[in-house]
């Protein structure tokens, strides 16, 4: 019978609180499986999945669950020399040299690991006479598996999957979602460590278009293939935007923006039980960037941490992340997003606290935001698979 | 709402919507099969051809239905390249379907040559005489540009390319002309003219080639031989009823009136309001493009959304930065980018274009004042 063994990332590390690490892996495999048949069980410290049809769809999506360090396709037999022996008389290889290996988790199996590995191999040998035996580095291994419940599982190949830690197990938080390359990959990196993600986009509709929004919509799809689901809060920040550039100084634009941006999301935070921010945020990149820019625009907030994976990543580097999650070819798309209307030509770089604080006076802050919040329009995004 | 991009398209009136129906539920028969009923179709799309002809004015040649002017465009100039040492002449303001054709002829190594337009919208006459010769093998230009509405003197133009060059196949699109400009085809001397069903009320998705000589043209598909064996496909007849019965209904001359009346409207609110008009000296009543400067045109058009619509430029590549027609005609990039099209129909009642007018005013001071 055909089988998928899964195995755990650093599950392993949890003590304790293992199990509660393991249910939800559970939980959220079979989420991310639904509509699918098959069968899921636990088995001496290994999940694994059996009576199910579409396989190649089944592996496809597991491989896209965080808290799986990898997987393989193995056939299920009887853990006896005789069962095993009759597979490998099925077996084919598609390679010119091979190696077997055995592993007896169940030390009541009559013959010894090495010995019965040299007993299979004889058999391949025999079934296959252009097969070379390689024990250093073999084109096809053949790992056989034998477990103290009565079976043994037959396996060659071992797929890698995400690792990290199961999606929820770490809290939820909210990702700001600007449609540029950075913020996506960010929220990958923070829903791999266990986050639970909801995002926040804000647009300046008429002075973005439509597209830049769906954009985002569609990045939020890439993302959902990760994330389960992305409740996507989108913002009009046009008459925030607007305000600024009539009563701040206009290198300030940036700054006061983010200010707002940051007070915005952590109401939102507050009111869906979110429990950090993350932004695609990398040291230096843009002027918004800087340590002192990031000092002040942080000091908005109070009560919720800002999580930034991508702060010591280069651009190289984030690039590589974005085209592995597939987000890379919808971020550049050309479409004009917030921050580029009213974009200064002398963004300030070192922006003080103080005088972010004096330029705000002028705004009437409140109301702002507030209206803003009022406009806020909810989508939740599913999964886009090809 | 008041709309007011129909050089982009325009509704399908609900005559041919029917006639679309009946054509394509109840006479739906294949007209190459051979029973009865499917030769009835052939005969009444033999008979389109002709109905087709009358309407353009002409007698000799032929008719190619084809899905669209972009097609009829490739099909014309595809069509007419030859190997050899020919030459393939172009004006530079042509639509997307011709001017992105002819840069790929050029690609492929072709001999292609672009007339400039003068400040008045209209091919330069003097240039194109300079660049034709024994070797030219086909000159495109348009009737009237769909951006700016210049209205292009097409019976001098044949007039220069016949005695500059006798070999040259003479193609116009003349998209935004065909039952919007009273005009006899016969009168124009052309050898080949493309038209789109949608920009005068007919279904998306059909338009047609007029050809003199369709012995010249070479098919860039093939199949089953229809349409003279130069545009194969199964013919889309439903839509063709269509596009003949829109074309049939329209009064060219008294619409052409209703629109002179109705940009004059929009032009009179719009003076002194310091909204400049892209001037042409003989312009299509029916288009004008206006820059709006200082600001981004597609910021204006979703702000007036709501109540008035606009368009940019063309609007099959109204999403493409610059405007190569406004950039010929030496209007630099700022500019191109706070142009606006306005494009009437003669349904419209002057004050609705009034009502438009003044609120496109008021919101482009809107925004004016928020940028400030």
Redesign the interface.
């Given at each position: 019978m055909k089988t998928i063994l899964l195995r755990f990332g650093e599950l392993f590390l949890k003590g304790e609180n293992r199990h509660l690490f393991e249910n939800a892996l559970l939980n959220n495999i079979r989420k991310k499986l639904s509509g699918e048949k098959f069968k899921l069980y636990r088995t001496q410290g290994r999940i694994m999945i059996s009576d199910f049809e579409n396989e190649d769809e089944i592996v496809e999506r597991l491989t896209t669950v965080f808290g799986l360090h990898s997987l393989s396709l193995a056939e299920e037999v009887e853990a006896s020399p005789e069962s095993i022996c009759n597979y490998f008389k099925t077996i084919n290889l598609n390679a010119k040299t091979f190696k077997v290996e055995v592993n007896r988790a169940d030390k009541r199996f009559p013959v010894k690991s090495m010995d019965f590995a040299a007993t299979l191999g004889g058999i391949l040998l025999d079934n296959n006479p252009e097969l070379e035996v390689d024990l250093y580095s073999p084109q096809q291994k053949i790992m056989v598996d034998i477990r103290a419940n009565g079976k043994a599982y037959v396996y060659g190949k071992t797929i890698a999957c995400q690792g990290g830690l199961p999606l929820g197990t770490s809290g939820k938080a909210l990702l700001l979602l600007s449609g540029g390359i950075d913020s996506p990959v960010a929220g990958y990196l923070m829903a791999k460590r266990g986050l639970k993600l909801e995002a926040l986009h804000f647009h300046s509709?008429?002075?973005t278009?439509p597209?830049a929004k769906q954009k985002v919509v569609d990045l939020a799809k890439k993302l959902a293939i990760y994330n389960d689901e992305v409740k996507l809060h989108c913002i009009s920040f046009t008459r925030v935007q607007?305000a600024i550039?009539?009563h701040c100084a206009p290198e300030f634009m940036i700054t006061i923006m983010r200010r707002i941006m940051m007070r915005i999301a952590e109401q939102i935070c507050k009111r869906e039980g979110l429990g950090a921010i993350v932004t695609g945020e990398s040291l230096g990149q843009v002027a918004s960037q800087t340590m002192q820019s990031m000092t002040v625009t942080e000091n908005v907030i109070k009560t919720t941490p800002v999580f930034r994976p991508c702060i010591a990543m280069d651009k190289e580097e984030i690039v590589a992340v974005a085209k592995k999650i597939d987000t890379f070819e919808i971020s550049i798309l050309p479409y004009e997003d917030c921050c580029t209307v009213f974009l200064p030509k002398n963004p300030v770089i070192k922006p003080k606290i103080s005088q972010a604080e004096k330029e705000e006076k002028s705004l009437d802050l409140d109301a702002l935001i507030g209206e803003a919040l009022a406009s806020e329009e909810v989508i939740c995004v599913t999964a886009a698979r090809e | 709402m008041i709309y007011l991009d129909n050089a982009a398209t325009t509704p399908l009136s609900e005559r041919a919507a029917k006639e679309q129906v009946l054509w394509a539920c109840e006479r739906f028969y294949n007209p190459s099969a051979t029973y009865v009923q499917a030769t009835k179709v052939a005969f009444a799309l033999t008979e389109a051809r002709g109905r087709l002809k009358k309407l353009l004015g002409v007698k000799d040649g032929e008719i190619i239905f084809t899905s669209g002017a972009t097609e009829a465009n490739n099909l014309a100039i595809r069509g007419s390249v030859r190997e050899g040492k020919w030459e393939y002449v172009f004006s530079s303001a042509e639509h997307a379907s011709v001017d992105n054709l002819a840069k790929a002829l050029e690609r492929e190594g072709r001999e292609v040559k672009f007339v400039p337009i003068k400040k008045t919208g209209k091919v330069d006459l003097e240039k194109l005489e300079e660049v034709l010769n024994e070797k030219t093998r086909l000159v495109s230009c348009m009737f009237v540009n769909n951006v700016t509405g210049a209205v292009n003197d097409v019976a001098a133009i044949a007039k220069i390319i016949r005695k500059k060059a006798p070999k040259a196949i003479f193609h116009v699109d003349g998209v935004q002309a065909f039952c919007k400009l009273p005009f006899k085809l016969s009168n124009l001397d052309v050898d080949a003219f493309s038209l789109s069903a949608h920009k005068f009320h007919g279904p998306k998705g059909v338009g047609a080639l007029y050809i003199k000589n369709k012995a010249g043209l070479k098919n860039q598909v093939y199949g089953g031989g229809q349409e003279f064996g130069i545009r194969s496909g199964t013919e889309n007849v439903p839509g063709i009823m269509a596009m003949l019965t829109a074309a049939e209904e329209l009064d060219v001359k008294g619409r052409l009136e209703k629109a002179e009346l109705l940009k004059q409207a929009f032009l009179s609110e719009l003076e002194g309001a310091g909204i400049e008009l892209v001037k042409t000296n003989r312009s299509s009543p029916y288009i004008a493009t206006f820059i709006f400067s200082g600001v981004n045109g597609e910021t204006l058009v979703r702000m007036l959304e709501n109540d008035v619509i606009v368009g940019r430029g063309s609007a099959c590549s109204a999403k493409k930065s610059g405007n190569h027609v406004l950039e010929a005609m030496g209007y630099n990039l700022d500019q191109i980018k706070g142009a606006i099209r306005v494009s009437f129909d003669a349904a419209l009642s002057e004050q609705e274009v009034r009502d438009a007018a003044k609120i496109v005013k008021q919101k482009y001071y809107e925004l004016v004042e928020k940028l400030k």
């Open positions: 509709y008429p002075y278009s597209e607007e550039h009539q | -």
